[in-house]
Structure formats: structure tokens, C-alpha cells
């Protein structure tokens, strides 16, 4: 069993920055790919970010250039460094824990409980 837990989002002027933080306890977090999704109001959750047990990331478009997603194995830690950020990024934001490998299918083994993010113009 794996626990997701998502810290620091908040209130952050457009243009300006934020770095989200997901600890997860339980086993082997180093054998989870990891991924960060986002759901604004009234749409579907999208994934954001991924990154893989070996380190190699992939992004949605409209985030490539602005956000990075990292992971500190020694911490049971992944963390979403969000620059330049726009009101149309304002959302709840969730990590997710995939076995060994990012699901093909947004299939997700373990799932957090979201951090709110709030962009203002």
C-alpha cells in the first residue's frame, strides 16, 4: 500500500511560480513511475507530467517549457516546479503511482488527495 500526500499549492499571481510536493509512504517508491494530473472546473482530469523509475519525463504541451517534474528517491519524494504560471493553470493538481512503469491507459496504482492551485490575473 502506497500513500500520496500533495503539499504546496495556494494563491499566485500570474507570472509567478510554485512548487508542488508529493511524499509518499509505503514500499519501494523508487519502483513507482510517477505523474502529476490536474482537473480545473468542469473539465476532465489531464495529466500534466510523468516521470519514470529510470528518470526520463514527458509533458503536455501547454506546460513544456514552463513546468518541471522531478523525484528524490532518497526522500519518497516528486515535486512539480511550476514557472510562469497563467490563470488557465488554476487547478486542483493530484500525483499519482504507477508500477514500475506510467500506465498506458491513466490507469494509476495509487492515487493523492489534490493540493489546490489558484492563478490570478
Known amino acids: 500500500q502506497v500513500q500520496l500526500a500533495e503539499s504546496g499549492g495556494g494563491l499566485v499571481q500570474a507570472g509567478g511560480s510554485l512548487r508542488l510536493s508529493c511524499a509518499a509512504s509505503?514500499?519501494?517508491?523508487?519502483?513507482?513511475?510517477m505523474g502529476w494530473y490536474r482537473q480545473a472546473p468542469g473539465k476532465q482530469r489531464e495529466l500534466v507530467a510523468t516521470?519514470?523509475?529510470?528518470?526520463?519525463?514527458n509533458y503536455t504541451d501547454s506546460v513544456k517549457g514552463r513546468f518541471t517534474i522531478s523525484r528524490d528517491n532518497a526522500k519518497n519524494a516528486v515535486y512539480l516546479q511550476m514557472n510562469s504560471l497563467n490563470p488557465e493553470d488554476t487547478a486542483v493538481y493530484y500525483c499519482?503511482?504507477?508500477?514500475?512503469?506510467?500506465?498506458?491507459?491513466?490507469?494509476?496504482?495509487?492515487w493523492g488527495q489534490g493540493t489546490q492551485v489558484t492563478v490570478s490575473s
Open positions: 499519482a503511482a504507477g508500477w514500475y512503469r506510467v500506465p498506458s491507459n491513466n490507469q494509476w496504482d495509487y
Open positions: 509505503g514500499r519501494a517508491f523508487s519502483r513507482f513511475a
Open positions: 516521470i519514470t523509475i529510470g528518470g526520463s519525463t
